[in-house]
């Protein structure tokens, strides 16, 4: 290489170095300093998880607002002992997923995560899925591509101020509802051959997905809640061929709602895309019992410092109708 090369590349390397320096000093000042609304952060509920005792969460569980509105941690908490939150967001992405399980992994020892299947069927544009997909993956480690907007409201003295996270979720992220309006149609999972096809961008946060679990040695369950509105056989034929492939269990509860008492007239908020309160007792129960007889989970209900637990168990008590 001539020394006019030389002198280029070395401009170059050194313009990456200040680059990077100002992308990491820059996610350091814009990041949120407090996981509340007034802190700044997005989706409070879903980020709970940083309030939470360190390495105190055992579950994750992640997807769009079926997940939110059809998994009660506390129900979990009551009759299992397991400690879980929902880190779910409204038509949150795969790629989405994945940069909350990253959150979550560096606050909490996580011995499961599950990943709730609906969207994997959520389509965009490829700019879209694709400008999503690089978001969340250097979303996680740079919060400035997340959070670049904040510089308009953030305050100079919250700039160097170090994360101090007091936003305490009681319900550990679930969307509480005691509303009741009933699915009223025909049966919708109506059994076929078919399949429908998952797009190749959520395919590839999949992948990733699925890599970081067996790098951290985490184990995953794919999980498919009640929603007559968004779920269909050939969804699950899709999401099941999937996960054989790559050995992952599916449990989808669309299939022999009966077993666990699940009722649409009575289980659903909002004509059958999102379960009550009811309803999420009911599937969390039976999951519940899936996960007590396949994964050596702790219960905790004996151990003083999780009495916490506890306390939050009886306010959710006092909000829902069960």
């Given amino acids: 290489m001539n020394k006019t090369g030389l002198k280029q590349l070395i401009k170059a390397l050194s313009f990456m170095c200040v680059l990077l320096v100002l992308i990491v000093a820059s996610s350091y000042m814009l990041a949120p300093k407090d996981n509340t609304a007034e802190g700044g952060i997005v989706n409070p509920n879903a980020n709970g998880f940083f309030s939470e005792p360190k390495d105190s969460i055992d579950i994750a569980v992640v997807g769009n607002s079926d997940a939110y509105s059809g998994f009660s941690p506390l129900e979990l908490w009551n009759e299992y002992g397991y400690t879980s939150y929902v880190s779910a967001e409204g038509h949150q992405t795969v790629a989405q997923s994945y940069s909350q399980l990253k959150k979550i992994m560096k ?27 690089i978001n969340a993956s250097m979303g996680s480690a740079f ?19 170090a994360p101090n996270y007091t936003a305490h979720c009681t319900a550990k992220g679930q969307w509480l509802s005691n509303e009741v309006k009933g699915y009223m149609g025909g049966e919708y999972m109506v059994k076929t051959d078919k399949r429908e096809e998952i797009p190749f961008s959520t395919k590839t946060s999949l992948d990733m997905l699925v890599k970081m679990c067996a790098e951290n040695d985490i184990k995953l369950l794919f999980l498919e809640l009640p929603s007559q509105s968004s779920w269909s056989y050939k969804r699950h034929n899709a999401v099941k061929d999937y996960a054989d492939e790559k050995g992952i269990t599916f449990l989808d509860l669309n299939i022999d709602r009966e077993s666990f008492g699940f009722d649409w007239k009575t289980d659903t908020r909002d004509g059958g895309n999102h379960l009550n309160s009811r309803g999420a007792r009911k599937a969390t129960l039976f999951i519940g019992k899936y996960l007590s007889e396949n994964y050596p989970l702790s219960d905790h209900r004996g151990d003083n410092r999780f009495k ?5 168990y009886k306010e959710y008590l006092e909000k829902v109708k069960i």
């Avoid at 969207?119 to 694709?130: A, N, P, Q, Y």
């Fill in 107 to 133: 606050c909490h020892s996580v011995k499961l995560i599950i990943l709730e299947t609906d969207g994997f069927f959520t389509r965009s544009k490829l700019v879209e899925s694709t400008a999503k997909l």
């Fill in 143 to 161: 919060s400035v591509f997340q959070y670049h907007d904040r510089w308009k409201r953030v305050k100079p003295n919250e700039l160097l101020k």
């Fill in 308 to 312: 916490q637990w506890n306390a939050d």
